[in-house]
């Protein structure tokens, strides 16, 4: 079975906080993406990779950046939280077989 | 514009009945549209995986097809049972796109006994 892992279920930050989000798959799986999910939006595409090291930004990089050491691994980074980023993360994974394998999501409250 | 568009209103069936559920996009050219089942404060989970060259697909209670013509997938789930609960989400995808996907909003299914 796939596994996608994220470092924390819920998290709470104040703003101007740098807050790290991980993630982590075990499935040797090429492609990492990382969402925010909103009610209403749905997920929106905040960004993704295509291999270690290799990133590009997805509909709403806004505010955010990511970092990929190692292919089981993708970092989301918010340089300094503010409010508007009180959201749910949602990660995922996927390899050639087009099907995205998510994680359980972060929940994150800046106040 | 582009928009990719599911009912916002929640969908509430008998047990039993079959749930459809609808996706319909405007200025996208998918290569794929695939269907995902969303459990309250839990990630998304794969459902069912339908090419632009398919016009339907089966799994088990499940089926989906998918009208370019049109540009609008149905999602069925026949006998549903209150398990059937959830949103569900669908998903556009394109060719040569490192499998990124554009999502709907979801549309949230009750089936009550």
């Known amino acids: 079975d796939v596994k996608v892992t994220q470092s924390s279920r819920y998290l709470v930050k104040r703003t101007g906080e740098k807050v790290f989000l991980e993630c982590v798959q075990d499935m040797d799986h090429e492609n990492m993406f990382w969402y925010r999910q909103d009610p209403g939006l749905g997920l929106r595409l905040i960004y993704f990779?295509?291999?270690?090291?290799?990133?590009e930004k997805g509909d709403i990089p806004e505010g955010y950046s990511v970092s990929r050491e190692k292919k089981e691994r993708f970092s989301l980074i918010l340089e300094s939280a503010s409010t508007n980023q009180t959201s749910m993360y949602l990660c995922a994974s996927s390899s050639q077989s087009w099907e995205q394998y998510f994680g359980p999501g972060t929940r994150l409250t800046v106040t | 514009s582009q928009k990719i568009e599911q009912n916002s209103e929640a969908l509430n069936i008998q047990e039993g009945k079959t749930a459809t559920l609808t996706c319909n996009y405007t200025n996208y050219s998918p290569a794929y549209l695939q269907w995902y089942r969303q459990d309250p404060g839990r990630g998304p989970v794969f459902l069912l995986l339908i090419r632009e060259n398919e016009k339907e697909k089966r799994k088990e209670r499940l089926k989906v097809t998918f009208d370019t013509t049109l540009k609008q997938s149905l999602f069925h789930i026949t006998a549903s049972q209150p398990a059937d609960s959830a949103t569900y989400l669908c998903?556009?995808?394109?060719?040569?796109?490192?499998?990124?996907?554009?999502f709907g909003a979801g549309t949230r299914l009750a089936v009550h006994p």
């Open positions: 990779s295509y291999d270690v090291k290799m990133k």
């Open positions: 998903a556009l995808g394109f060719s040569g796109g490192y499998n990124k996907l554009i």
